[in-house]
């Protein structure tokens, strides 16, 4: 019989989303999220017992459709998800001078607001069953500091990590809630950093292990969905090499 369980990974068609995926694929069935088709398939590919994984297309920017869109696919699908991780991410750096209602429409429209609605869904009996037991929110070590040009980025993930613990607070015992922030991992979306050679030999002068892969971040998200951290609600689990902890002048 199928297990109809499930593992609900957003922005996993690429970067740490894609990877998170495929690892949690050797132990759990996975929905794989993304805005384009193609790019889901090559991950659900790339998965473990691919005929099992399933594919969820949605444009999170569009979060006022979002409830309606995941309702009906979970009761089409005739699942449960007991998991979910939010590794969707967008990130637009800017001078604070150069903002737009715009850009930080879809940051926190991304990164913030279609989490929460999300979660909001998940835990909706009627629709879910009331099957969620873990969520993990993939933030950012900027959550916690500054940096210039990272203003909207760092406001959104100081908002998931927020939402993080309050949620860890009204859904305990049968939820936990916790976040993963990164530090800079080499992905898609921080190509550019990483192209710049000389940016990017600077930036990892103050990261005392070097320099992060997508792994580094799954490895931490397998161990919040395991039994192994039963014990462990509404924290802020930094994997960044050691870059915030090193102030060494």
Known sequence: ???????????????????????????????????????????????????QQHAFIADLQKYEDLELVLSEFIIEKNIEITGFVHCAGFMNMLPAKMTSASVIQKTFSTNLFSAAIIVKVLLQRKVNAGSLKH?????????????????????????????????????????????????????????????????????????????GFPLDISNMVEFLLSEKSKWITGQQFTVDGGRTIDISG
């Open 135 to 211: 969520v993990i929110f993939i933030s950012s070590n900027i959550s916690n500091f500054g940096a210039k040009a990272f203003s909207l980025y760092s406001a959104s993930k100081a908002g998931i990590d927020g939402l993080m613990r309050s949620l860890a607070i009204e859904l305990a015992p049968r939820v936990r809630v916790n976040s993963v922030l990164p530090g800079a991992i080499h992905t898609p979306m921080t190509k550019a950093i990483f192209q710049d050679v000389e940016k990017a030999k600077s930036m990892l002068s103050n990261y005392p292990l070097g320099e």
């Open 1 to 51: 019989m199928e297990n109809k369980q499930y593992i609900l990974v957003t922005g996993s068609s690429s970067g740490i989303g894609s990877c998170i995926a495929k690892s949690l694929s050797k132990n759990y069935n996975v929905i794989v999220h993304g805005r384009d088709l193609e790019k889901i398939n090559n991950v659900i590919n790339g998965c473990e017992n691919s005929n």
